[in-house]
């Protein structure tokens, strides 16, 4: 949808410029390489909170 409709419906943002932001769009490949490296990241730094005893 144009950007008259979208500031219909959502407004005007505030407390932030849009040029911030890459809004350019990028492969499939191109996403999927980057949500993988950022989990891995994440995954990484994360601390197990259970860990399962199968002696039970």
Do not use: H
């Amino acid at each position: 949808f144009s950007t008259a409709e979208a500031t219909e419906y959502f407004g005007r943002p505030r407390g932030f410029s849009a040029d911030r932001f890459d809004f350019t769009p990028k492969s499939v490949t191109w996403a999927q390489t980057a949500f993988l490296k950022r989990f891995k990241t994440l995954d990484a730094m994360r601390q197990p909170s259970f860990v399962a005893n199968s002696a039970i």
